[in-house]
């Protein structure tokens, strides 16, 4: 077996072929950034750099990499029985998966339907909210609502509802019948704000005007991240969440809680649901589920969602809908063993107890060149940083490179720089990433 750590570093010409998501291609393939090894909270790059991650791969990796419970499991797995169908078929571990998610869910969300991805996820959980409107007679409603600034993932129900610009503006007209809620930062009234911004929670009530303006009886859903990440790390006022399950309560539209990122501990709780203390209708997962190890999502739903698609005939199909590779077998392998991990470390009660230190370690930033804004909660936080003139981005995209040639990985999104390292990170390693920004700000113009 060939390790990726032996392979001879590429020449420029073998890096064509790839098509890089989410990437200047350009950029990066005249000037390579490879990783080929992973343990605890480093990399190891192809030039044999360690490399400090600070933000758990892609905000997925909880336990740390390369963890060994969970490596064996999947090894055991692949060597035991590789693949299954889920169509008409099942295996035991999927099952099992299914059952200690619900014991970790909130309140009645007690089912769980399998996918890949985030974005699988969200497309999934878009088209049960149709398809159950419709079931109970509501089939008027198809009306989807989602927020300004809001990342669904990249689906075309994803960007739909989602609300980043550059996600959508090159795919010309996407779902119809979508409308999206204001988002909830605003920097002159919430900059620098520790937890949950005081200011804001009113803008949940814009979903009543868009009640008003569409007729409740023509909207099915609302999706929101109860902490918005991709777009740049935006907290949840207080009272907002609560406001929205209020509103979408009466109005018998079904709430979405995309906790793609929050979800498994990210928030120092099981999900961001618990935390913020709103039971949605379903929760889309993936990332920390095998924490980043092989790919997995899922929804969860209500029980109320699940009996209501099971009326039918008892052999026909009750949801037509699926993939491939759905509850495959070496992710359940790995879902499981990171979810005894979780348990065995107690991982989520660490994220609590580390979240104090990066939110103090990030907020020390305040007052450091550039910076306009630093916000936080659990183990997520970021650091705004002003645009440079005429280059929108650049400022941003200049941290993330000197960061990492100063062994540091941290993520940029325009001029924002977005933090979550693994639930195991150290004291020390808080200290060497907040203390790299800062030498880094210092130097860039």
């Known amino acids: 077996m060939t390790l990726l750590s032996d392979v001879p570093r590429l020449a420029s010409a073998d890096l064509d072929a790839y098509w890089m998501p989410f990437t200047a ?24 750099r360690q490399v400090l991650d600070g933000f758990a791969g892609l905000w997925c990796c909880n336990a740390g990499h390369c963890r060994p419970g969970i490596v064996a499991a999947i090894q055991a797995q692949a060597a035991e029985m590789d693949y299954a169908p889920s169509f008409q078929m099942g295996h035991p571990l999927a099952f099992r998966l299914a059952n200690r998610i619900v014991e970790l869910a909130p309140g009645k969300l007690d089912h769980v339907f399998f996918c890949n991805s985030g974005s699988e996820a969200v497309d999934s959980a878009l088209k049960i909210a149709l398809a159950w409107q419709r079931v109970r007679g509501e089939g008027a409603r198809t009306r989807l609502i989602g927020r300004e600034r809001g990342y669904h993932g990249v689906g075309f129900g994803g960007i739909s509802v989602g609300g980043i610009a550059a996600n959508r503006k090159m795919f010309g007209t996407l779902l119809a019948g979508v409308d999206h809620l204001p988002h909830t930062h605003v920097l002159e009234k919430n900059a620098y704000s520790r937890g949950q911004p005081e200011w ?23 999706i929101v991240e109860p902490l918005a990440g991709s777009t740049g790390v935006l907290v949840p006022p207080r009272g907002y969440l609560q406001r929205l399950r209020e509103i979408t309560r009466k109005h018998g539209i079904l709430l979405i809680f995309d906790e793609v990122i929050t979800a498994f501990g990210r928030m120092g709780t099981n999900f961001a649901a618990d935390l913020y203390g709103v039971e949605p209708d379903m929760i889309t997962f993936a990332k920390g589920v095998t924490s980043g190890t092989v790919p997995m999502g899922g929804v969860i739903v209500s029980s109320d969602i699940y009996r209501a698609f099971m009326g039918g005939p008892p052999g026909a199909i009750e949801l037509f809908h699926g993939y491939t590779y759905s509850a495959h077998p070496l992710a359940c392998a790995a879902g499981i063993a990171a979810l005894d991990l979780y348990r ?25 060149r550039h910076v306009v804004d630093i916000r936080n909660h659990g183990m997520v936080g970021a650091v705004e940083l002003a645009a440079r003139a005429g280059a929108p981005g650049a400022r941003g995209f200049e941290t993330y490179l000197e960061c990492f040639e100063a062994g540091v990985l941290v993520r940029q999104t325009g001029d924002i720089i977005a933090l979550a390292p693994a639930f195991i990170v150290e004291d020390a390693q808080i200290d060497r990433i907040a203390s790299t920004l800062r030498d880094v700000l210092s130097r860039i113009e």
């Not at 000037?31 to 080929?36: K, L």
């Open 200 to 222: 804001g929670a009113h803008l949940a009530d814009e979903l009543e005007r868009l009640v008003t303006l569409h007729d409740a009886s023509t909207i099915a859903a609302v």
């Open 344 to 368: 065995d470390e107690d991982l989520f009660a660490r994220a609590a107890r580390m979240a104090p230190k990066l939110e103090a370690a990030l907020h020390g930033l305040k007052g450091t």
């Open 25 to 48: 291609n350009r950029q990066f393939k005249s000037a390579p950034r490879m990783f080929v090894k992973a343990e605890g909270m480093y990399y190891t790059t192809d030039d044999g």
